[in-house]
């Protein structure tokens, strides 16, 4: 095990909590109990930066949007994209499981 190696597994390390952070936010925003705790968290997380980042990305290559506070980042984890991506995660997949509990 080399010292990339570490470096790369603390780099990872770092945007998982990052990712943890921004899903944190999101609960805050998006009233809602997060499913599975902790174990929930770090998977809305990870969905949400991804989905932040994709989102990003679309918008300004299809319409050009770029501000900068938009650009914002932490170990190349954009902030602004992962919190609203990660309030999106969340508002569907606790929606899915009310539909899921309660029926249509």
Request: proline residues 3%.
């Amino acid at each position: 095990m080399g010292n990339m190696d570490i470096s790369n597994f603390a780099n990872v390390l770092i945007k998982l909590v990052i990712a943890v952070v921004c899903a944190g936010a999101a609960g805050v925003l998006v009233p809602r109990s997060i499913p599975g705790k902790f174990a929930g968290l770090i998977l809305i997380g990870m969905a949400g930066v991804l989905l932040g980042e994709w989102s990003f990305q679309l918008l300004r290559h299809q319409f050009g949007i770029d501000f900068v506070f938009l650009t914002w980042n932490i170990q190349g984890v954009l902030i602004i994209p992962a919190i609203i991506g990660c309030a999106i995660v969340l508002y569907l997949i606790t929606t899915v499981l009310s539909w899921w509990r309660y029926g249509i």
